[in-house]
C-alpha cells in the first residue's frame, strides 16, 4: 500500500505541539532532494531535567530539516527507529513499533514488510538496495543480530543474516562503503558493562566478521552518526564520552541529570574513517556537533545535516548543523 503525502504547496501543515523543543532518536534521511526527520521525541517543558521519565512524548511528523516545516505524517507515533538512504528511496524502520516505510524521492510513503520483532535503539545501512539494521534491543533485550531486506524483493521480508562477535552493541553507529559495513560504539548495560570504542567490519560475500581500530584512544561513537561521503570515506561525529556514560550506566549519581552541558562531554569532533587502509584522521571539536542521537542527511552538495538529538540527557536541540 502507499500512502499519499499532502505536499501541496497550498496545504500548510501545522508542527505538533512541542515539537519546537528538538527532538532525538528521530529517522532522518534524503527525499528526493529535501532533508527530512521524523518521528522522534523529547521532554517538552522549560525545565525537561525536573519532569518525571513518564513524561517523554512521542512524535510522527515529518519535517523539513532544514526549515522545520512540517511535510507529512507516518501513521503512527515512533522513536529510536532506523534509516537507511538507497537510491529507492529512505527507509525507516522500528523503534516504538515494528512498523517500516520507505519514503520515496517522488514523495510517497510506501509501507514495507513489518519488522518480525520490535527493533530500537540500532542503526541502519544499505549496501544497494539491500538494507541493514544492526544492534539495538529486540524485543527489549540487547542484541549482537544483524537483519536485512531486500528492497527488490520485499516478498521475502526482514532477515537475521549474521550475528555480531563479541557484546551486544546498543545504539552503535554503521555506515557502508565498498560492499561492506562498519560498525562502531554501541553500549551493554548487562555484565560486563560495556561502551564500546573499538569497531566490526561485516563482509556480506563472505559472512566474515573483522575489528576495526578505534577512532582514537578511549573514543566511542554511541550515539552518534556515520556518513559515507565517497566510496572510500566515512565520517562520523556526535555521541556520549565513554567515561561518563559508563558510569552513569554502572551506578547512576543521584545527580547526574544536573549538571551543565559541558559536563557530559559530548563528543563535537568529526571522525574519518578510510575503509582502504583502516585508518583514522580527526577534525578539530565543534560544539554545534556535540549532541547525541541526532539524525543525519548527505546533502546534494555533499555536506552532512545533523537534525535534532540532545546537548545533555533530556535536554533536546531543535537547530539543524552543517557540517
Given at each position: 500500500?502507499?500512502?499519499?503525502?499532502?505536499?501541496?504547496?497550498?496545504?500548510?501543515?501545522?508542527?505538533?505541539?512541542?515539537?519546537?523543543?528538538?527532538?532525538?532518536?528521530?529517522?532522518?534521511?534524503?527525499?528526493?532532494?529535501?532533508?527530512?526527520?521524523?518521528?522522534?521525541?523529547?521532554?517538552?517543558?522549560?525545565?525537561?531535567?525536573?519532569?518525571?521519565?513518564?513524561?517523554?512524548?512521542?512524535?510522527?511528523?515529518?519535517?523539513?530539516?532544514?526549515t522545520g516545516q512540517r511535510i507529512a505524517s507516518l501513521p503512527v507515533k515512533t522513536a529510536y527507529g532506523a534509516s537507511?538512504?538507497?537510491?529507492?528511496?529512505?527507509?525507516?524502520?522500528?523503534?516504538?513499533?515494528?512498523?517500516?516505510?520507505l519514503l520515496t524521492p517522488d514523495s510517497k510513503l510506501q509501507d514495507l514488510p513489518k519488522l518480525p520483532q520490535t527493533v530500537d535503539n540500532a542503526y541502519g545501512a544499505a549496501i544497494g538496495n539491500r538494507v541493514y539494521i544492526a544492534g539495538g534491543n529486540i524485543d527489549g533485550k540487547p542484541s549482537r543480530g544483524l537483519i536485512s531486506l531486500d528492497l527488490n524483493n520485499v516478498r521475502e521480508g526482514w532477515k537475521l543474516v549474521s550475528v555480531m562477535p563479541g557484546?551486544?552493541?546498543?545504539?552503535?553507529?554503521?555506515?557502508?562503503?565498498?560492499?561492506?559495513?562498519?560498525?562502531?560504539?554501541?553500549?551493554?548495560?548487562?555484565?560486563?558493562?560495556?561502551?564500546?570504542?573499538?569497531?566490526?567490519?561485516?563482509?556480506?560475500?563472505?559472512?566474515s566478521w573483522t575489528e576495526l581500530p578505534e577512532p582514537a584512544p578511549g573514543v566511542t561513537l554511541s550515539g552518534g552518526v556515520a556518513v559515507t561521503t565517497a566510496p572510500n570515506r566515512i565520517v562520523c561525529t556526535g555521541g556520549v564520552n565513554r567515561q561518563i556514560f559508563l558510569d552513569a550506566i554502572t551506578d547512576q549519581a543521584?545527580?547526574?541529570?544536573?549538571?551543565?552541558?559541558?559536563?557530559?562531554?559530548?563528543?563535537?569532533?568529526?571522525?574519518?574513517?578510510?575503509?582502504?587502509?583502516?585508518?583514522?584522521?580527526?577534525?578539530?571539536?565543534?560544539?554545534?556537533?556535540?549532541?547525541?542521537?541526532?539524525?543525519?542527511?548527505?546533502?546534494?552538495d555533499g555536506?552532512?545535516?545533523?537534525?535534532?538529538?540532545?546537548?545533555?540527557?533530556?535536554?533536546?536541540?531543535?537547530?539543524p548543523a552543517i557540517l
Open positions: 500500500m502507499i500512502l499519499e503525502m499532502i505536499l501541496a504547496a497550498s496545504v500548510t501543515l501545522s508542527p505538533e505541539p512541542g515539537i519546537e523543543h528538538g527532538v532525538s532518536g528521530a529517522f532522518g534521511g534524503m527525499m528526493g532532494d529535501i532533508p527530512v526527520f521524523a518521528g522522534g521525541c523529547n521532554f517538552p517543558f522549560d525545565d525537561p531535567v525536573s519532569v518525571p521519565a513518564s513524561s517523554k512524548t512521542f512524535y510522527c511528523g515529518i519535517y523539513n530539516g532544514l537507511a538512504q538507497t537510491d529507492m528511496g529512505l527507509v525507516m524502520a522500528g523503534g516504538s513499533t515494528r512498523d517500516a516505510w557484546l551486544p552493541r546498543i545504539q552503535p553507529v554503521m555506515a557502508a562503503a565498498g560492499g561492506k559495513l562498519y560498525i562502531w560504539g554501541g553500549f551493554y548495560a548487562g555484565d560486563p558493562k560495556t561502551v564500546h570504542t573499538s569497531g566490526l567490519c561485516y563482509d556480506p560475500a563472505t559472512d543521584p545527580d547526574y541529570l544536573e549538571h551543565p552541558i559541558e559536563w557530559y562531554k559530548f563528543n563535537g569532533k568529526t571522525y574519518i574513517f578510510h575503509p582502504l587502509d583502516g585508518t583514522w584522521n580527526a577534525i578539530d571539536h565543534k560544539p554545534r556537533q556535540a549532541r547525541a542521537g541526532a539524525s543525519t542527511a548527505l546533502l546534494p555536506s552532512i545535516l545533523l537534525m535534532g538529538g540532545e546537548l545533555k540527557p533530556r535536554v533536546r536541540t531543535p537547530q
